[in-house]
């Protein structure tokens, strides 16, 4: 199993200058707080971002020269959020622009072009993380009907430019998409469906596309779903899907009891999307936030179980007075040991400074020991993983 790091989004870096901020602050006080060589960061480059370096390839060398004497390496990339993922309010909007619009293209392939100049030296892969195509209700009808027409198209023409970029440099990187409650691909299911039905196995000019696209798990998302992590990587090996990239983060959840309902009315926030899940299978039901599912819910107080898309801490089993699904994650890295290849892994739980008041860190000292302590909770989870299949 490789080692387990950890996603920066949870850190401010809308721009070059914001991003070194966070290096050499809180990225360089988890990797102190750790005390290990070397810690594993997957980084977030905004658009913004990658404009700069784009214009100025020497400040990606210097991020990487910057990281490597704190004792960081960059071993993936997230290219989900595309503007400012700290802003005010987010919402929707870390859904756009989405794969009908040829500036998400344009931004992936941009990133891909910069990553030699970002990995350490001797990386042989590297990820990139990226939407499951878009919010459904936006991507379908910005497509006008065509939408998963134009998004294979540009996924197609990415996999021969990855090909490419491998060819020159020897460096594989993997486009990974990231299924989603709410997005256009929400499920394993969809997923594979999408690369069945969808996608060539061959671009046109004669690559593999399975090569250099694949899938990123996140543990939240599938635990909102309702989707055990084993029946994920078991549909996706089976339909010869690469999973590529796993993140460990924790959803939260409870029923339409007083109680709960009071709790999760603490969680809502005015930043990011917050989509609630019932049911399974055929008879799942989702509310797109908070708000909207407490509407129905408190006119209907049974005892119906709900799941809740919140990242929090992925080292507690309670906060705020509900459950997590944090037990999911050592099942996750069960599944993961016997892949066929071993994926990059990653904690990400990127919404420390909007937790409820009565949970909420007051200081980013506070939010660096935080993810330490979610690091080593990983990194005890993976090795009790690893032991179970060890013994099986």
Request: glycine fraction near 6%; charge should be negative.
């Amino acid at each position: 199993m490789k080692p387990i790091g950890y996603c920066a989004n949870v850190h401010p870096g809308r721009n070059v200058a914001q991003l070194r901020e966070s290096l050499s602050g809180p990225m360089a006080s988890v990797a102190r707080g750790l005390g290990q060589s070397t810690l594993a960061v997957s980084l977030w480059l905004s658009a913004e971002t990658i404009r700069e370096l784009s214009a100025e390839p020497s400040l990606a060398t210097r991020l990487r020269d910057e990281a490597a004497d704190i004792g960081i390496s960059f071993v993936a990339i997230n290219a989900f959020p595309y503007g400012n993922f700290h802003a005010q309010r987010v919402k929707q909007a870390v859904y756009e622009p989405n794969w009908t619009d040829g500036r998400r293209a344009h931004y992936t392939l941009a990133v891909a072009e910069l990553l030699p100049l970002l990995i350490a030296d001797g990386t042989d892969h590297i990820s990139i993380s990226t939407l499951p195509l878009g919010w459904r209700a936006n991507f379908s009808a910005s497509g006008s009907g065509a939408s998963v027409g134009i998004a294979s198209t540009a996924l197609e023409q990415i996999a021969s430019r990855l090909h490419a970029i491998e060819q020159s440099t020897g460096l594989h990187i993997t486009l990974d998409i990231e299924p989603e409650p709410g997005c256009a691909i929400e499920t394993s299911e969809e997923l594979v469906g999408f690369f069945s039905h969808c996608l060539p196995a061959t671009t046109r000019a004669s690559v593999d596309l399975r090569r250099y696209i694949g899938a990123c798990v996140d543990v939240c998302h599938g635990a909102v779903m309702g989707e055990p992590p084993y029946e994920f990587f078991e549909r996706c090996v089976k339909a010869g899907v690469s999973i590529n990239r796993v993140q460990l983060s924790s959803a939260i959840k409870g029923t339409n009891s007083a109680h709960d309902l009071a709790a999760l009315a603490q969680f809502d926030e005015p930043r990011y999307l917050h989509q609630v899940v019932t049911g399974f299978g055929a008879a799942r039901r989702m509310w797109d936030d908070i708000p909207n599912f407490l509407v129905d819910a408190n006119a209907n107080t049974n005892e119906q179980h709900w799941r809740c898309h919140w990242h929090v801490p992925i080292h507690h089993a309670m906060i705020n007075g509900l459950e997590t699904t944090s037990s999911a994650i050592t099942g996750t890295l069960e599944a993961a040991t016997r892949l066929p290849n071993a994926p990059l892994i990653e904690v990400e739980t990127y919404a420390w400074t909007q937790l409820p008041h009565l949970d909420r860190i007051s200081t980013q000292d506070e939010i660096d020991s935080g993810i330490v302590q979610e690091i080593r909770y990983a990194q005890a989870c993976a090795q009790a993983a690893q032991t179970t299949s060890d013994l099986g």
